[in-house]
């Protein structure tokens, strides 16, 4: 998969002097910065003393003098001395930060509270989407979130899909074109550092869950001067030259989990599969699935090879727990039966909870027929088992025809970083560990069970590692885990 041939925006900063031995940074002022002025919440403080503020910041980077949205921000006043601010994102790319800091997420932060103010924001756009209370699109996104297309047999197939694609996008784009074209990981890494200026930080001290990491990474090839301390924990690697490259690790990164599952089958003996070619079997299942899609029984449910590789892929985050029962859907779907693979709740189908506005318009989608098939083929031959459920070889599809150029290409980190900290879990280790070794001196913290992301999940001995971090820029030993 190559970069498509729209308009591309590449913007990486100059790297100005790196300063990796400082303490927790300092309150500075800053003369252009507007000052922040805390207050009650719209929706109160909850039971943590959530504060918060609003943010003006320019809609379009690049013309800092012309319109501005609004940025809603939360804190967490430091419980003790506050020697800085650590600025926080939980990903989605949409989450609200200020609901999820103070209602679900709090708890985490109470150490590093101690001697750091936590600070975060409702991103850009998102607002009429998942709550949060910053400038928001005014548009449908449940027509934007709709399911991952089947992989076209043709290029009219294709071109099918783009024009359906660009016609739903369009729709929401007409609403206010500006905003929309301003999604990306890099707009956003602009509203952090615009945060950043506005809290008076000399530099930035940053926590990213799950694809607020997308974010750590675009303001670090934006602001790499500005860079003091961040956590990936759980992402994606989008710091790359080479994207088919990083493709095919995500696909062997599928494969090192899905041995998980055969080593687990054949040491325990309640496995429907054990003592057989778990592979072999599951492989077979798969391939006669996307020949002829299989049935539910009673419902008009029809699973592709593609769907059975999704929802195998979700049991991956919940672990062992979750692997006797789809042991047995792959018995009883050899059978011609897919009521196995059926999730207790919600939609039957593999879903991606997204809308793709940020997403396409730094993902790398495909040119045409041609080579999303040149795709899916090597994806198939590197990782079979789970290969074409990843999203960024099936799910981009719904990015054909997106009304919004590729903005946020792909790039490596640029040298001159301070060593950065990764955290993962067995799904969300390869990437992250890619991304951050990037930087000379980072080190990234695994943790050998499921899950998605540690620190705002819990897990004591991640948020430990961070704290230490964040406060005194100590890192673990490299090979730590957790």
């Known amino acids: 998969m190559h970069l498509p041939r729209r308009a591309v925006v590449v913007v990486l900063a100059a790297v100005l002097a790196v300063i990796a031995t400082i303490t927790v940074s300092t309150t500075v002022a800053s003369a252009d910065a507007p000052a922040l002025t805390w207050g009650p919440c719209p ?33 967490l006043p430091a419980t003790g001395t506050a020697e800085g601010s650590v600025l926080v994102n939980f990903g989605g790319p949409g989450a609200p930060g200020i609901p999820m800091l103070r209602d679900q997420a709090a708890e985490s932060f109470a ?41 076209p047999a043709d290029q009219a197939a294709f071109d099918a899909i783009t024009e359906a694609n660009r016609a739903v996008a369009q729709a929401c784009r007409d609403t206010d074109p500006v905003l929309f074209d301003h999604m990306d990981s890099a707009s956003h890494a602009h509203d952090m550092e615009a945060i950043r200026r506005a809290l008076g930080q000399e530099r930035l001290t940053f926590y990213g869950a799950s694809y607020g990491g997308m974010f750590a990474q675009a303001y670090a090839r934006l602001f790499p001067d500005r860079v003091r301390a961040m956590v990936l924990d759980g992402t994606a690697n989008h710091s790359t030259a080479d994207w088919d490259a990083e493709v095919d690790e ?25 003592g057989t070619d778990v592979r072999a079997r599951w492989l077979a299942v798969v391939a006669a699935a996307d020949r002829e899609p299989l049935p539910v029984p009673g419902t008009d449910i029809r ?19 979750e692997w006797p029962a789809m042991a047995a859907a792959v018995v009883t779907a050899e059978g011609g039966d897919g009521s196995g693979f059926v999730p207790e709740r919600g939609n039957p189908y593999p879903v991606v909870s997204t809308v793709g506005l940020t997403e396409c318009q730094e993902i790398p989608g495909y040119d045409d027929h041609r080579d999303m098939v040149g795709t899916v083929e090597r994806v198939r031959a590197v990782g079979p088992a789970l290969g074409v459920s990843m999203p960024i070889v099936a799910h981009v599809l719904t990015c054909a025809g997106w009304p919004a150029p590729l903005a946020n290409p792909p790039a490596p980190l640029p040298d001159g970083l301070p060593p950065l900290l990764g955290l993962g879990t067995w799904t969300d280790f390869p990437g992250t560990e890619r991304a951050v070794r990037q930087v000379p001196g980072s080190v990234a913290v695994r943790h050998d069970g499921p899950g998605h992301v540690l620190y705002r999940t819990g897990n004591a001995c991640a948020i430990e590692v961070a704290d230490r971090y964040l406060t005194d820029l100590e890192l673990p030993e490299p090979g730590t885990t957790c």
């Open 111 to 151: 150490a590093l509270r101690a001697r750091m103010d936590v600070v975060t924001w409702d991103t850009r756009g998102y607002g009429g989407l998942f709550g949060g209370r910053s400038t928001g699109l005014d548009c449908d996104f449940r027509s934007l979130a709709r399911p991952t297309p089947p992989f």
């Open 250 to 274: 995500q696909a062997r990164d599928g494969e090192e989990v899905f041995d998980r599952f055969v080593a687990w089958c054949a040491a325990e003996p309640a496995c429907a599969l054990h």
């Open 303 to 321: 699973y592709t090879g593609r769907d059975l590789q999704g929802l195998l892929r979700f049991t991956f985050l919940a672990g062992p727990p």
């Open 43 to 75: 929706d109160g403080p909850g039971a943590v003393g959530m504060e918060c503020a609003t943010l003006d910041v320019p809609v379009d980077p690049a013309d800092p003098d012309g319109r501005t949205i609004t940025l809603a921000l939360g804190r």
